[in-house]
């Protein structure tokens, strides 16, 4: 395998790493001697991209992040009508919950960092700012933020409940939300 200035991939397959042993093993399971090994680097590499643990994991739940905000803004750029719009919540509802297990693990050993750690904390409300931003392409700010609630607590509930609720239940909270009396809906 190449290395140094020959191997320009390597930052990125070290990250690319850590995400796949947090999916398998949990932040707690994680050590650079691990993550070089499933990188396929010399252990040194770690300490010449990353200073620390704590930057290697802040790189990988950035990316982790950035590729579920890119969901919520391909599915909510592709409507074009307020029906369209709701019907892209309840997709990012349904995909968000259909059994991509990395991805649910990814984001509940975020959230476990996030409440004990105030970095991980602002990098958890970037994340959801950015949500919210797609969101708003749609539906007002309010509106927006009572959605982003909705799609993580009932994404949540779909992928750990043994029988999880069907679509229409998620498109009726969906609507409750945005037919309310005032018109919350951006023209």
């Known amino acids: 395998m190449a290395t140094g200035r020959t191997d320009p991939d390597r930052r990125d397959r070290i990250i ?13 399971g994680m050590s650079h001697r691990k993550v070089a090994a499933r990188a396929g680097v010399p ?33 909510l750029g592709a409507a ?3 029906g369209e719009a709701r019907e892209a919540v309840a997709d990012l509802v349904h995909h968000l919950s259909s059994g991509n297990q990395r991805e649910l693990v990814l984001t509940h050993e975020l959230y476990t960092l ?32 009572q959605l982003d609630a909705l799609i993580e607590g009932l994404s949540i509930h779909r992928a750990l409940e043994t029988e999880p609720h069907d679509r229409a239940l998620t498109v009726e909270a969906i609507a409750r939300i945005t037919t309310a009396p005032q018109d919350n809906l951006r023209k």
Not at 16 to 28: Q, T, W
Not at 44 to 73: C, K, N, P, Q, W
Not at 117 to 141: I, V
């Open 43 to 75: 252990l040194g590499s770690m300490t010449y991209h990353f200073t620390s643990m704590d930057e290697l994991l802040h790189e990988a739940f950035t990316r982790f992040s950035g590729t579920i905000v890119a969901v919520f803004e391909e599915r």
């Open 16 to 28: 690319d790493a850590a995400l796949d042993l947090i999916a398998d093993a949990g932040v707690a």
């Open 114 to 145: 996030a409440a004990r750690k105030p970095a991980y904390r602002e990098l958890t409300r970037t994340w959801m700012s950015r949500s919210r931003r797609a969101l708003e392409w749609h539906f007002d700010p309010a509106t927006a933020r």
């Open 80 to 82: 074009t009508t307020p």
